[in-house]
């Protein structure tokens, strides 16, 4: 959602909509009830066949690490190695895997924030990607409830090489206005708290905000204009920053009612 001008902004928005890679994300297989205890309100957290990928990969990582080690009569080096092709599977795992078929490609800013997504997904939080806003062209890129809270994210990628500043409760990319675009991310979290409370006949609170990747900022996170702008790479650390104590039937029955009120884009 890379843009020159505010006015190109308001152009490209639509377009970046129609071309947004993501589904709903599959937390639960279809057909089946809550469980009793936690695993059965969030999913089971890892699979069997998940867990024998990764002893596989373990013990790989551990052969490497013991070859280097005697190789080299170190064994900080060979841990050292062990640790890097762990690493290395972890980071390979994250960029080629996707809640969305491979024939839709993802922005690099969604799959970043995907990326992140998932690992919080471990704990506990539920996650919808590409939502659509009933009577208007809006999209949440991503809608997570948990216990902090119920927040919508969208996902940005702007020019690095243009710097990122607050001015006067103003939004600036170089020299390059973006409110029109702050404005539309509260439009969209504001219609899901709407929905959703009315689907469950009591308020939520839904916070809005802007993933950004690319230029340099001078915080993590700053709310301006009733939206939370957050450093791409910092969005859990900005998750954990909810005020709210959701108890595992809330974050559930929001995060249904979401599904439910908030149409998938594709």
Do not use: C
């Not at 069997?48 to 052969?63: D, H, K, N, Q, S």
């Amino acid at each position: 959602m890379e843009s020159a001008t505010s006015a190109k902004d308001g152009a490209k928005r639509p377009e970046a909509a129609s071309l947004s890679p993501f589904f709903v994300s599959a937390d639960k297989k279809s057909g089946e009830g809550p469980k009793n205890g936690l695993l059965g309100t969030y999913g089971d957290l890892v699979s069997p066949e998940a867990t024998r990928r990764w002893a596989v990969r373990g013990a790989i990582a551990l052969a490497v690490g013991l070859a280097t080690g005697l190789l080299t009569r170190d064994w900080q080096i060979g841990a050292t190695f062990a640790a890097a092709v762990l690493i290395g599977f972890i980071v390979r795992t994250a960029r080629r895997h996707s809640e969305v078929p491979r024939w839709r490609k993802p922005s690099m800013a969604q799959r970043r924030t995907e990326a992140q997504l998932r690992v919080m997904k471990r704990l506990g939080y539920r996650v919808l990607h590409a939502r659509g806003t009933p009577g208007g062209n809006g999209q949440i890129d991503h809608f997570i409830v948990g216990r902090r809270g119920a927040f919508a994210i969208d996902s940005e990628s702007w020019d690095k090489r243009l710097p990122l500043r607050n001015k006067l409760e103003s939004l600036y990319h170089g020299r390059f206005s973006k409110n029109e675009r702050i404005d539309e991310a509260l439009e969209e979290a504001r219609t899901a708290q709407q929905l959703i409370s009315e689907e469950l006949g009591r308020p939520v609170q839904v916070r809005a905000s802007l993933a950004i990747y690319g230029p340099g900022m001078p915080w993590d996170s700053h709310n301006l204009r009733g939206v939370d702008i957050i450093r791409g790479t910092k969005v859990r650390k900005w998750l954990r920053s909810g005020k709210s104590r959701l108890t595992e039937q809330e974050i559930e029955d929001i995060h249904r009612a979401a599904e439910k009120v908030l149409p998938a884009k594709y």
